[in-house]
């Protein structure tokens, strides 16, 4: 039972277009996370989003931005893709306990191909 | 920066036989430590977690946590075909900012 919906699930996109991931969660999860996933590679955290908070981590700060018009939904925009973005794009969203975090839910990804 | 590993980076098991997964992190100030199941197709789901060192048994997985090794591992008792997947380990230093960090992951492949 997948509660964190992404979409869409596969994305073909040229180099120097921009590109538009949606994430949604049913959970009322206070926090929604975006991870990029290489193949051979550990799933790095991009950003997240507690509340309308955003955090995003130093390295991909300016490769990545990001929306949260409300708890349920979360975007990752991608301004002017290049070959480097071909990955799969993981969201999750978890709440935040005691100021720890809590357990992630995952969402099946989205897979972005740039050519 | 807190660096994760996992060993080994596959590991094929018979149906009924005990898996073993490591994984170490670099950061002594690590706090929690998940671990995280994949299958294919599927997004990553939560495991179980530790916190404190020693065991944890949930059902047929056991985590163990040493934090003073900075070790941490999952031991997966009488393998089904469906525990077939690729397996995380993930790190929070406890300072919610920071979210996770995975490890590469284990890839377990278990016949019949």
């Known amino acids: 039972d997948t509660t964190v919906k992404q979409n869409p699930r596969y994305k073909l996109a040229r180099v120097g277009k921009p590109v538009n991931l949606i994430c949604s969660q049913t959970?009322?999860?206070?926090?929604m996370y975006w991870y990029q996933k290489k193949p051979n590679q550990a799933p790095k955290l991009l950003l997240f989003?507690?509340?309308?908070?955003?955090?995003r981590e130093a390295d991909t700060f300016e490769k990545f931005q990001s929306s949260r018009p409300n708890n349920s939904f979360c975007s990752l925009y991608i301004g002017s893709a290049g070959l480097e973005y071909s990955a799969m794009y993981l969201c999750?969203?978890?709440?935040?306990?005691?100021?720890?975090?809590?357990?992630?839910?995952f969402g099946e990804g989205s897979k972005l191909t740039v050519l | 920066q807190q660096k994760v590993q996992q060993s080994p980076e596959s590991l094929i098991v018979p149906e009924g036989g005990m898996a073993s997964l490591n994984c170490t992190f670099s950061?002594?100030?690590?706090?929690y430590f998940w671990w995280y199941r994949q299958h294919s197709g599927e997004g990553p789901k939560a495991l179980m977690?530790?916190?404190?060192?020693g065991d944890k048994k949930e059902g047929r997985f056991t985590a163990h946590l040493n934090k003073a090794s900075l070790h941490v591992s999952l031991h997966i008792k009488d393998s089904q075909p469906s525990d077939s997947a690729l397996y995380f380990c993930?790190?929070?230093?406890?300072?919610?900012?920071?979210?996770?960090?995975f490890g590469l992951g284990t890839r377990v492949s278990v016949f019949p």
């Open positions: 993930a790190v929070s230093m406890g300072n919610y900012a920071q979210g996770l960090t």
């Open positions: 999750a969203s978890s709440r935040r306990t005691g100021g720890l975090t809590g357990q992630l839910y």
């Open positions: 959970m009322n999860h206070d926090t």
């Open positions: 950061d002594r100030n690590s706090q």
């Open positions: 977690s530790i916190f404190s060192n």
């Open positions: 989003y507690y509340d309308k908070i955003l955090n």
